[in-house]
């Protein structure tokens, strides 16, 4: 099987597949270090958790894998807190950073630093350009498919191609990947690999609760997501519950207790709570986020089947193109 080597910075995996960073509490230290162990690069999100608890799960991860495979930490720029959890991260020694929901000129000069390399997650070849120039190893570029806050309108593969074109450093496609089959898409078009998180909370490894898990399961159509405008100031998919219900429309819901967590904050309701509350446990009454096609999982696996299951089916899609070929 002939698998395209993914190579950022010092980094390369035995499969072209990035775990997305997904906050609060999804993609922790067993999530992260599964998927490395599997050929992948995990992450873990330090968004909206202390930033000692995040340097544990960093340890935890590297225990896990035994220092072997790549761990990086994904923060989202719209936190108050966003300076000091990356500066954190990167005393950690962690393989990258990466970032989204915002743009940060800051983590690159800190990047440097701390001699760690920095990815930004874009959602134009614009921005994409401005990442490169200020360092960045590489983009990850994120489709309107994506789960959680959404950075476009436009889907995946109709901005992919303008990204690659405008770049040189490696280009990752994200947002509505499931299958090997888009997986060989995004590789053909010229992506370096892909970054994939609504595929993987659905997994044994990951760190949200069964009862975050089954909602995935549970959810059959495309009918059952919405989106909704976060306090953030973004778009995030979500799955309908009582919660989206709730916060419909201009619909405000009290907040018992401000974290002041965001830099801008419309104070609607509140986004960390909201998102905390569902990785309790109650998935009726918190943000369930997820990607556009969550719906096409039925099962909730091992890491390692997810990846292999993964590569099978790339390689299908070779095999079915190197036939037509000759």
């Known amino acids: 099987m002939h698998i395209p080597q993914l190579q950022i910075a010092h980094m390369k995996p035995r499969v072209p597949i990035i775990q997305g960073g997904m906050g609060v509490r999804i993609s922790l230290s067993n999530l992260a270090a599964a998927v490395a162990n599997a050929g992948g690069i995990g992450i873990i999100s330090g968004t909206g958790i202390p930033v000692e608890e995040m340097r544990a799960h960093i340890r935890r991860a590297r225990e896990l894998t035994k220092g072997q495979g790549y761990i990086?930490?994904?923060?989202?720029?719209?936190?108050?807190?966003?300076?000091?959890?990356?500066?954190?991260?990167?005393?950690?020694?962690?393989?990258?950073?990466?970032?989204?929901?915002?743009?940060?000129?800051?983590?690159?000069?800190?990047?440097?630093?701390?001699?760690?390399?920095?990815?930004?997650?874009?959602?134009?070849?614009?921005?994409?350009?401005?990442?490169?120039?200020?360092?960045?190893?590489?983009?990850?570029?994120?489709?309107?498919?994506?789960?959680?806050?959404?950075?476009?309108?436009?889907?995946?593969?109709?901005?992919?191609?303008?990204?690659?074109?405008?770049?040189?450093?490696?280009?990752?496609?994200?947002?509505?990947?499931?299958?090997?089959?888009?997986?060989?898409?995004?590789?053909?078009?010229?992506?370096?690999?892909?970054?994939?998180?609504?595929?993987?909370?659905?997994?044994?490894?990951?760190?949200?609760?069964?009862?975050?898990?089954?909602?995935?399961?549970?959810?059959?159509?495309?009918?059952?997501?919405?989106?909704?405008?976060?306090?953030?100031?973004?778009?995030?998919?979500?799955?309908?519950?009582?919660?989206?219900?709730?916060?419909?429309?201009?619909?405000?819901?009290?907040?018992?207790?401000?974290?002041?967590?965001?830099?801008a904050c419309s104070y609607r309701f509140c986004t960390l709570d909201s998102l905390v509350t569902s990785v309790n446990g109650d998935v009726e009454n918190g943000l369930v986020f997820a990607g556009a096609r969550v719906h096409e999982i039925d099962q909730i696996l091992p890491v390692q089947t997810i990846i292999d299951r993964l590569m099978i089916e790339y390689e299908a899609v070779q095999e079915v193109a190197k036939h037509h070929i000759l």
């Open 72 to 263: 990086g930490v994904n923060v989202l720029f719209a936190m108050n807190s966003f300076p000091e959890t990356i500066k954190a991260a990167m005393e950690e020694k962690v393989d990258f950073i990466i970032s989204g929901a915002g743009f940060s000129r800051d983590m690159y000069a800190w990047g440097r630093e701390y001699n760690v390399p920095v990815i930004s997650i874009v959602s134009s070849a614009k921005l994409a350009r401005l990442a490169e120039r200020l360092g960045a190893a590489a983009v990850v570029v994120e489709g309107f498919e994506a789960g959680g806050h959404l950075g476009t309108d436009r889907p995946l593969f109709e901005i992919l191609p303008e990204v690659i074109e405008a770049v040189s450093i490696p280009v990752i496609a994200a947002g509505g990947i499931m299958t090997g089959a888009d997986i060989a898409r995004a590789i053909q078009m010229g992506a370096s690999g892909v970054q994939m998180g609504t595929r993987f909370v659905a997994s044994v490894e990951c760190d949200a609760p069964d009862a975050f898990k089954q909602k995935y399961i549970e959810t059959v159509s495309a009918d059952d997501l919405v989106l909704v405008k976060t306090t953030v100031g973004l778009q995030g998919r979500a799955i309908r519950n009582r919660f989206t219900e709730a916060i419909s429309g201009d619909n405000k819901l009290k907040i018992e207790k401000c974290y002041d967590c965001l830099k």
